[in-house]
């Protein structure tokens, strides 16, 4: 009986036991689960964070990604300008060389200004100065003011005679550092001047002139030419150019119908040595057409100068008839003589005409007549324009000049219908043309500077 029982009581704790160690094991079961889902989801926010946020890969990736594009363009950049620096052998690098050079590669990008670099896909901005390429930015970089820019700005001034404070102003007159460099010279020869047919046994300097660039040359505005996108600043020097000489003499002879045929070409090609400082696009001869402009003096027809009573030359507009005489400069070197007729287009105004308002301006009156103290007379200068003057008996062809206070294209003749002949001599005179996105980060306005004595030179007796 009591075996029974044992027996019964045992069964029963062995079937308890059972059912606690299923109990346990239950608990331990949903603890795990419990503790697996902890771990995962502690591991899942480690991946989350490492994957995203500022320093995830994913973004480190985009960084990376960015970077490297961004070294590209400025890669790119650097190529074309090294390409540009290697073709047009000078570090004067502008915009549109670097724009041959994108096109030349295919890059998709457009240089501008003073450089502004864009890259059209990545809409990056990039700017360039002396081949370091800064940037890149998203919003467009604030360009300097471009020297057309504060040209219009100083139109409406009413201080243009020099004494305008306003750093954003241009006006006719100011000096401006500009810098055509050292390089180049010009030879003008005797074939070209005539100064050979003369033969009187002049010196070789005056045979063949040299002029070579003085970079101590001073600059001023002249004025503008052009339009809209094309506008563009005009410089002319300070005082005239020299010719080099061994004599003080720095004057530029022409003689006869052979200096009156190449006046023009050989004026503007001894300029053009000047024209190639950074910022400059060409140079040439100041012209009588130039002094028209910022005198206000307008050729208006063949018989008509604007304002009325300019032309100081009664024959302006008149018509001749000459017998046997030389009707041009090639039937004069050809010895070929005929009858013609000749309407004159020659004319000369005085820079004080009260008629010319705007020359009424000090400043520009001096910058262009020179009627200063001692230097009267010492510069005057050859402008490349040329005016035949007719009267009775004969016709006189003439190159331009500023002198005595006067400009026009009718200077003193070199060569007459008649026969007669003429030696004369100037300075010369030259005008820059400046591109027309030239900013002040290239050329700078500058103090009013002194001008050189000239009361020093001296013609060659000839
Ligand atoms: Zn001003």
């Not at 003439?398 to 008649?418: I, K, M, Q, R, T």
Request: proline share 2%; net charge negative; charged share 25%.
């Amino acid at each position: 009986m009591q075996d029974k029982r044992i027996i019964e009581e045992r069964r029963i704790y062995k079937m308890k036991q059972k059912e606690i160690k299923k109990l346990n094991n239950k608990g331990i079961t949903l603890i795990a689960l419990v503790i697996t889902i902890i771990v995962l989801l502690i591991l899942a926010g480690v991946s989350i964070a490492m994957l995203t946020g500022e320093n995830g890969i994913l973004t480190q990736a985009q960084r990376a990604k960015e970077q490297t594009s961004v070294a590209e363009e400025k890669e790119l950049i650097a190529l074309a300008y090294n390409a540009a620096v290697t073709k047009k052998q000078s570090t004067d690098v502008e915009a549109k060389d670097l724009n041959d050079e994108f096109e030349a590669s295919d890059v998709n990008a457009e240089a501008s200004g003073n450089i502004i670099v864009y890259f059209k896909d990545t809409q990056r901005y990039y700017t360039v100065e002396n081949g370091v390429v800064e940037g890149p930015t998203t919003e467009k970089p604030e360009t300097a003011l471009t020297l057309v820019a504060m040209f219009e700005n100083g139109e409406t001034c009413d201080k243009k005679d020099g004494t305008c404070t306003d750093e954003t102003h241009l006006h006719i007159g100011d000096y401006v550092n500009y810098n055509p460099g050292t390089s180049g010279s010009y030879t003008s020869t005797g074939a070209n001047t005539g100064m050979e047919q003369n033969g009187s046994g002049f010196p070789d300097e005056i045979k063949n002139q040299v002029f070579k660039v003085d970079n101590s040359t001073t600059w001023r505005v002249l004025g503008t030419e052009g339009e809209g996108s094309n506008k563009h600043i005009l410089l002319v020097s300070g005082s005239p150019i020299k010719k080099e000489t061994t004599s003080n003499d720095p004057y530029y002879y022409l003689y006869s119908a052979w200096g009156y045929k190449n006046a023009e070409t050989e004026l503007n090609n001894i300029c053009a040595i000047y024209g190639k400082g950074k910022g400059a696009e060409s140079a040439r001869s100041l012209t009588a057409e130039d002094i028209n402009k910022i005198c206000g003096v307008t050729v208006v027809s063949e018989t008509e100068i604007k304002p009325d009573g300019v032309s100081e030359d009664s024959s302006y507009g008149q018509t001749h008839s000459y017998t046997n005489q030389f009707a041009n400069e090639d039937d004069f070197i050809a010895g070929t003589r005929s009858d013609f007729t000749k309407t004159s287009d020659a004319y000369y105004y005085s820079g004080d005409n009260s008629a010319l308002v705007t020359a009424t301006n000090k400043r520009l009156y001096d910058m262009i007549f020179y009627l200063s103290g001692n230097e009267q007379y010492k510069k005057e200068y050859w402008l490349a324009s040329r005016g035949v003057g007719t009267v009775s008996g004969y016709c006189i062809f003439d190159v331009g000049a500023v002198f005595e206070g006067a400009a026009g294209p009718e200077g003193y003749y070199l060569f007459a219908s008649d026969g007669n002949e003429d030696l004369r001599s100037y300075a010369v005179r030259p005008v820059v043309s400046l591109e027309s996105n030239v900013s002040i980060d290239t050329i700078q306005k500058i103090e009013d500077q002194q001008e050189e004595d000239w009361s020093i030179y001296e013609r060659t007796p000839i």
